[in-house]
Structures are given as C-alpha cells and as structure tokens.
C-alpha cells in the first residue's frame, strides 16, 4: 500500500460515494491508486476545479454527507479556492484534497510550487499539507471530524506528489465510525439556561421564531415544528434557512432581510415582543444590516456556535449547542411551564403569518400574470411553482435568481433541502454546478438551475460534464445582458450613473444545444410554460434561456430598492 492507496482507502472508510475534480501532473499516484483499487467510488471528471468545489458543496447539502472535491498543485490549487470558502461560510461540510509538488523539491523553484498550508489557512476549519507518508491516515480523520462536528465546514488537505508513493502501513488505515455526515458529535445547551429561556418565551405575547440554516443542517424540523405550533408564533427565515418548515406551513410567513424579504415579512419581525434566533449567524443580510429587529427587542440565540451568540445584539439568554437536541429540550421545558401558566392575551402567529403571505401573493400576482416584454422575472417563477414537482431541488445564483425564488418560490410540502444558494460569498457561476452535485446526491429529485447570463458565461463549459455524465438537469437562463444586482445599485445609490455593468447578448440556448442539451428560447411570456413543462419532460439536460427584465426596471424584493 503507498500513500495514494492510503487516502483512497481512508475516503472508502468514511463512507465516501462521489468524488469530484479535475486531473494535474502532481495527482497521477491518486489518479492510479482510484483507477486500480475497488473502493465503490465514482470520479465525477469536471472542467474547472471551482466547479468541482461547487458541485461538492451542492452535494453535501442535499444529503448531509461530506462533499470531497480534488485538483491538482498550483492553478488547480488556487481555481477550487472559491469552492472551499463558500462550503466554510456556509457550514456546509466539504473536503478540498490538492495534490502538491514533491516534498524534496520544496524551495527549488519547482513548477506549481506555493504554500498551500498558508493559503488555505485562514479559508478553513481544519487544513494540512503532508509531510511523511504516515501523517494521511490521521489528517484524514481529523478532516472529517471537524468538518461534521460543532458547525460544519471545509477542510483541506495537500497531498505532495512523492508521498502518494511512499509505502504506507495499512495498519493505520482505519475511520471513526458517524464522521461522514454532519451533524456527528451533537451537543445541548445548558439545561439553566434552556429554563430562562423557557421562562422568557412563555411570557412573551407576540413571539417571533427566526431561523437560519442552522436548523436544516442539525435537521430540527419536527422540533420546530412542535415550537411553533405550541406557541402559536410566526415564523420567518433568512434565505439560508428556507427549509427549516415546509414553504407552505402555515405559521411560516417567509424570508426575511434585504435580499427576498419583503415590507409584509419585514413588519412580522417588527411588531415581536421576543425574537428567537436558531441556527442563525443574524448577519447584514438577514438583518437588514441589524435593523430587524429593533435592538430594544428581548433576545434568545440558540446556535451550535458560540462565537455568533451576542455578536450582534445584546441577547438575554444564550444557548449553545445542537439545534435538535437543544429545541427538543427547550419544548420540554415550555410545555411543564405553559401547563402551569398558560399565556393570555396572546397575538396569532398563524394569523400574523397568513396575513403576510396575503400581502405578498396580492402584490405578486399582477407581475406575475403580466404579458409585458421583455419577460417579468415573476412570472417565471409563477411558473415554476405550478409546473415543478413537489419538492424539487432548486439551485439559484445571485443576481436575478437569488431575490426572486427566495421571496416567491414556493414548491415545498415538506421540510428539508429544497433551495439552495451561495449566500455566503454569492459568486457568480454557482448554480449549474452546485446543481450538479445536488443532482448526483439526490438522483431521485427534479434538480432546477436558475442562472443569470452573466452567471451562465462564468461556468457554461460544465455543460460538457452534464451530458457526458448524463446528469438530468434543468436550467433556466435569465438572459438580460447585465450585471443586474450592480446596475441595481447604480441606479438607486448613484443617480443612475451606469458604468461598466452591459454586455452583450448570448444566444445561450444555441451554446447549450452544440454541447448536446436540448434547449428552448423563450421571449414571448405566453410561451413560456410550455417551454418549461417541455423541459421538465425531457429525459436529459435541458435548458430554457429566457429573455427578461433588467432588474433596475424590475420590483426586485430587495429593501434598498423597494424603499
């Protein structure tokens, strides 16, 4: 066995299915240890290394296990980085393994040469470069302990080339069993302080439930469930944390924050008399830059990390620990203290709720009935929650997608993954990727790719990949020819001075047909459900470029545009 066969071995163990990446001159041991041993594996061959991040965080999201994505020294080194950042920020647990020169050749000048321990170090939860062939068995474990225990995230491990080639003793070739998916190692808040929260909460008259991912990654669904419901108190969930409840619950009133929050979910959160962040970092997005709520609104943060409770607002009791085991606590707790004293003169979260998604259906059903050209962005997604099957996977990218399905999508019946997008660093370039991995992680889903031209042309050569692999994607293109969130912002914060924010038209449904998808343009709005049920119907990759508003013209549900 030589190190190659050693970390072939090691991914086998920790239950690795998928592996997707990109071959360099340095990988040629790893290459030859995964084409000759039997270890179940499929290598997912992409055409650009950021791709193989993005389709490994897709991946991991979906199913909750470790997305592992590779590449080679030096370019491919620097080209998955972004990948690896957005999996991190987002606590998506994902393994970046590099190949790196030979160990002798260290400070020779040789080529590709750069010190991948110090770049990944600050982008990391965990990261090493291999000195002796005996350390990759233990960096192995290590990696998938931290980036499935406390608040996932990425990991990254440099492999140099004559390593792989070392002999290595199989004796150290084991796994702790339960690290290959997150959350492993779960952890409960105090007990004490789950009682002055309980005592807080069943005081409270209009308490308000604010969720971020964090609740879909430990999978508190049923427990959240049960929290709501006892307390009869809306609920509202930054983009991350779309999933925690079913789209359609009824005590859910939707996204709050600037990007796909709207004044109706705005003013759930504003009239609280309570705010509970779970699984929530409350950052500027959410908060609408630590608006809303108000900071004279009592607190409660439960987050398995602790270093995001009292971050930004002064919190009156903080809770630290896993989302499940610590809500499935805290309903213990109220349901003895609300037997004993129950609430009076309470206000409705299911009334608050209903209200706010009547407010945002009436404003977005004439938009989304317009026969207005160029195409209205709400009426594509009007028609993707009529024509989507129940509880596909959707991918979207910034710009255009991100606002729209965050506000109007609306094709969940149960909790879970639904929606995904990259909000933690919101690179271009993201969906037809990430889906990708979604896809290979959920064969059994519809998985949807909505991307904006500008997002398209960063990442179109995967194209080749999902007809080689045969991956039944569906995508739609919003093609406008701008940088729409930029032109956006110019028009709103800067007199409408636009600059370098154009480009030109792409006829993309061409581009996807000569790599083999089978596409549709579409510019008249009437046409267009026909052209996505034609798509979904497809057996294979397809694609619908639509031609659409610019969003600076558009009633994107964004705050600094709406006022």
């Known amino acids: 066995m030589n190190g190659a066969d050693a970390l072939v071995r090691m991914l ?26 039997d270890h179940g594996i499929d290598h997912i061959l992409t055409r ?64 590709t040469e750069l010190d991948q321990r110090a770049l990944y170090k600050p982008l990391t939860c965990w990261n090493t470069v291999i000195d002796r062939v005996d350390q990759i068995p233990h960096a192995v474990r290590t990696a998938f302990r931290s980036i499935t225990s406390g608040r996932p995230g990425a990991a990254h491990i440099g492999l140099p080339y004559d390593i792989q080639k070392h002999a290595a003793d199989p004796a150290d070739v084991w796994a702790q069993p339960g690290h290959h998916q997150a959350p ?12 002055r929260a309980a005592a807080l909460i069943s005081q409270a008259r209009s308490p308000v439930i604010f969720c971020g991912g964090g609740v879909v990654i430990s999978g508190a669904h049923q427990e959240l469930d049960q929290l709501v419901c006892m307390l009869d108190a809306a609920l509202v969930t930054t983009v991350s944390g779309q999933g925690c409840l079913a789209d359609q619950h009824p005590h859910n009133a939707g996204v709050v924050g600037s990007n796909g929050g709207i004044n109706a ?4 959160v504003s009239q609280a008399d309570l705010v509970m962040f779970i699984g929530c970092r409350v950052g500027s997005t959410a ?6 709520p108000s900071r004279q609104v009592p607190i409660i943060h439960l987050d398995v990390d602790a270093s995001t409770v009292g971050a930004n607002y002064k919190t009156e009791v903080g809770l630290v ?49 317009s026969l207005d050209r160029p195409i209205k962005p709400e009426r594509v997604v009007d028609a993707l929650n009529r024509l989507l099957p129940p509880n596909s996977i959707v991918v979207a990218d910034p710009g255009t997608p991100c606002p729209y399905m965050s506000a109007y999508l609306n094709n969940s019946t149960v909790p879970g993954r639904h929606f995904i997008t990259n ?50 994607l569906k995508m739609i293109v919003f093609t406008n ?36 998808v089978r596409s549709w343009r579409v510019e008249d709005p009437a046409q267009l459900d026909a052209a996505i049920l034609a798509a979904l119907n497809h057996p294979g990759p397809a694609l619908v470029d639509v031609v659409s508003q610019q969003l600076q013209d558009a009633a994107t549900p964004v705050s600094q545009w709406m006022g």
């Open 12 to 37: 086998q163990l920790n239950g690795v299915k998928h592996i997707f990446g990109l071959c360099g001159d340095t990988s040629l041991p790893y290459y030859d240890a995964l084409a000759r041993l």
């Open 423 to 472: 909000r933690a660093h919101g690179a271009l370039g993201y969906a037809m990727s990430a889906g990708v991995g979604a896809w290979f992680g959920r064969p059994d889903r519809t998985v949807l790719a909505v991307m904006g031209d500008g997002s398209f042309n960063f990442t179109c050569g995967e194209l080749e990949t999902i007809v080689r692999r045969q991956v039944p």
């Open 48 to 111: 650009d290394e950021r791709s193989a991040a993005y389709m490994a965080d897709g991946y991991a999201r979906v199913t909750g296990r470790v997305g592992v994505c590779e590449g080679p020294s030096g370019g491919g080194a620097t080209y998955i980085l972004p990948g690896v950042i957005e999996a991190n920020e987002s606590s998506v647990p994902l393994l970046a393994i590099t190949s790196d020169i030979s160990v002798g050749s260290r400070g020779r000048f040789p080529l």
């Open 481 to 516: 020819t701008v940088f729409g969130w930029i032109k956006a912002s110019q028009k709103v914060g800067y007199d409408e001075r636009y600059f370098s924010v154009d480009f030109g038209r792409t006829e993309h449904a061409r581009v996807a047909e000569a790599f083999g």
């Open 321 to 369: 620990g896993d989302a499940r085991l610590s809500l499935a606590a805290l309903n213990l707790a109220l349901a003895d203290r609300l037997k004993l004293h129950p609430r009076v003169d309470v206000v409705s979260g299911l009334a608050l709720a209903e209200q706010a998604r009547q407010l945002k259906w009436a404003q977005f059903a004439p938009l989304a009935a």
């Open 287 to 292: 908060t609408e830059h630590w608006k809303v």
């Open 184 to 195: 492993a190692l779960r952890s409960m808040a105090d007990p004490a302080d789950i009682e």
């Open 265 to 268: 979910t705005r003013d759930v």
